[in-house]
T-cell receptor, first 113, second 112 residues
Framework: DAGITQSPRHKVTETGTPVTLRCHQT?????MYWYRQDPGHGLRLIHY???????DKGEVSDGYSVSRSKTEDFLLTLESATSSQTSVYFC????????????FGPGTRLTVL | GNSVTQMEGPVTLSEEAFLTINCTYT??????LFWYVQYPGEGLQLLLK?????DKGSNKGFEATYRKETTSFHLEKGSVQVSDSAVYFC???????????FGEGTQLTVNP
């Protein structure tokens, strides 16, 4: 299994509070992604990174920011959580240049009350 | 933009039945196509892939053929098992390293 961990695995928070989710990889892969999974929508890309300090927006980026200060860590921040951000969040990694496959972490279930 | 449409679920089958999950796509270029599987409480795992027209991806008894003329990538298995119960996602990717575009997912339940 690809070495990807996500923390926390579960979180309950209140509307208006800041939340940071962490993705950590031990594969030294260049690309990292944050997706959210919601019923009826499959997985949708929030943000992705193609290198240290290099990030870009996905299709559902509003209300989220990311940072990648080193290869192994990709942080997703909800500056002021809303109930619409209740979801399961998945991190994925990809070597990119010669491999198409994305490897997914175990997910973080976030509930915003 | 790109999009993926999967057959509506959930799908319930008896063990040893034949499985088909339909997937069609819309893309501007020539994407690679994937099927991912998600077992309860876990992340997604790549099941199979195809990178060009007429390619057939296969793994664990599952197969899917990249049909450019019908823009489809239907998942099939001849004889399902209880252990195949999971959510199946069809996805496309334009280029290596780029984002995946997913379908909505199809919940498969196989009863003994």
């Amino acid at each position: 299994d690809a070495g990807i961990t996500q923390s926390p695995r579960h979180k309950v928070t209140e509307t208006g509070t800041p939340v940071t989710l962490r993705c950590h990889q031990t594969e030294n892969h260049r690309y990292m992604y944050w997706y959210r999974q919601d019923p009826g929508h499959g997985l949708r890309l929030i943000h992705y990174s193609y290198g240290v300090k290099d990030t870009d927006k996905g299709e559902v980026s509003d209300g989220y920011s990311v940072s990648r200060s080193k290869t192994e860590d990709f942080l997703l921040t909800l500056e002021s959580a809303t109930s619409s951000q209740t979801s399961v969040y998945f991190c994925a990694i990809s070597e990119g240049a010669t491999s198409l496959e994305q490897f997914f972490g175990p997910g973080t279930r976030l509930t915003v009350l | 933009g790109n999009s993926v449409t999967q057959m509506e679920g959930p799908v319930t089958l008896s063990e040893e039945a034949f499985l088909t999950i339909n997937c069609t796509y819309t893309a501007t270029g020539y994407p690679s196509l994937f099927w991912y599987v998600q077992y309860p409480g876990e992340g997604l795992q790549l099941l199979l892939k195809a990178t060009k027209a007429d390619d057939k991806g296969s793994n664990k008894g599952f197969e899917a053929t990249y049909r450019k003329e019908t823009t489809s990538f239907h998942l099939e298995k001849g004889s399902v098992q209880v252990s195949d119960s999971a959510v199946y996602f069809c996805a496309l990717q334009e280029t290596s390293g780029s984002r995946l575009t997913f379908g909505e997912g199809t919940q498969l339940t196989v009863n003994p």
